[in-house]
């Protein structure tokens, strides 16, 4: 590789890089639904590691929303979320700092030569907000992001991202140089889909929960000298135990 010799870090958002915040899902999905805030009740499972339009449609039927009125609502919901995200940016600033070290291990990967981007069921509205609110942009290149706008499938987006890779940077993505570091039992299952390594962060869920799910490593925190550490050996020797 020209570009990023050293690798490809994708990034999760919610739960990784800043504290997961249902608030914006639910007055964007109150919006689109014409229902109360409070009447908002998301399903107990598939909201996080999942796509904001397939949360946002289960939902929507949790709510009380036919089905079918609820696939409807998608274009008002993404309308929705992006007004909400823009209206919300003072308070998202004050409510979703992002997690210590995040800034740092961003930084410090760049200098080391990473290429670096996000996997996230954000819209990209949404997300492009919260990134750059959260001061964590500069050295994420969105260029090559995949986004829960461009496939309601999480599953779909590592092909997204391996395609605007080579777009931009003129050749094939190499799977075997590549790490997705997320937070979510679903971030480890696509990552593992696409050929990916993965690293976990146990700001959710606890480190024995995470192990069970087989990531190629799990850490503590965001500590920049650790994440750095567990990247480079991860793409250079192929995997290691599932500790940090």
Same mark, same amino acid.
């Given at each position: 590789?020209?570009?990023?010799?050293?690798?490809?870090?994708?990034?999760?958002?919610?739960?990784?890089?800043?504290?997961?915040?249902?608030?914006?899902?639910?007055?964007?999905?109150?919006?689109?639904?014409?229902?109360?805030?409070?009447?908002?009740?998301?399903?107990?499972?598939?909201?996080?590691?999942?796509?904001?339009?397939? @949360?946002? =449609?289960?939902?929507? @039927?949790?709510? *009380?929303?036919?089905?079918?009125? $609820?696939?409807?609502? =998608?274009?008002?919901?993404?309308?929705?979320?992006?007004?909400?995200?823009?209206?919300?940016?003072?308070?998202?600033?004050?409510?979703?700092?992002?997690?210590?070290?995040a800034a740092a291990s961003i930084a410090e990967l760049h200098g080391r030569g990473f290429v670096q981007t996000v996997l996230t069921g954000n819209l990209r509205s949404a997300a492009e907000v919260k990134l750059?609110?959260?001061?964590?942009?500069?050295?994420?290149?969105?260029? @090559?992001?995949?986004?829960?706008?461009?496939?309601?499938?999480?599953?779909?987006?590592?092909?997204?991202?391996?395609?605007?890779?080579?777009?931009?940077?003129?050749?094939?993505?190499?799977?075997?140089?590549?790490?997705?570091?997320?937070?979510?039992?679903?971030? =480890? $299952?696509? $990552?593992?889909?696409?050929?990916?390594?993965?690293?976990?962060?146990?700001?959710?869920?606890?480190?024995?929960?995470?192990?069970?799910?087989?990531?190629?490593?799990?850490?503590?925190?965001?500590?920049?000298?650790?994440?750095? $550490?567990?990247?480079?050996?991860?793409?250079?020797?192929? *995997?290691?135990?599932?500790?940090?």
């Open positions: 590789m020209n570009h990023g010799s050293a690798g490809l870090v994708i990034w999760d958002v919610d739960g990784t890089l800043i504290p997961a915040d249902l608030r914006w899902l639910t007055r964007a999905i109150a919006r689109a639904y014409g229902i109360a805030e409070s009447e908002v009740v998301f399903p107990d499972k598939k909201v996080h590691g999942y796509t904001d339009e397939s @949360i946002a =449609i289960d939902t929507a @039927i949790a709510s *009380g929303v036919d089905a079918s009125a $609820a696939e409807a609502g =998608i274009p008002a919901f993404r309308q929705a979320i992006a007004a909400v995200m823009q209206e919300g940016r003072q308070e998202l600033a004050e409510v979703q700092p992002p997690y210590p070290g750059h609110v959260s001061g964590l942009d500069e050295f994420l290149d969105l260029r @090559i992001g995949g986004f829960g706008s461009d496939a309601r499938d999480r599953f779909q987006l590592p092909a997204v991202v391996a395609r605007r890779y080579s777009a931009i940077y003129g050749h094939q993505l190499d799977s075997a140089r590549v790490i997705v570091i997320g937070d979510a039992p679903n971030d =480890i $299952a696509c $990552a593992r889909h696409a050929g990916f390594r993965v690293a976990v962060v146990a700001h959710r869920i606890g480190r024995q929960e995470l192990i069970s799910y087989e990531p190629d490593l799990v850490l503590d925190s965001l500590d920049p000298t650790t994440v750095v $550490a567990a990247v480079s050996s991860l793409l250079s020797s192929g *995997g290691s135990p599932a500790t940090c």
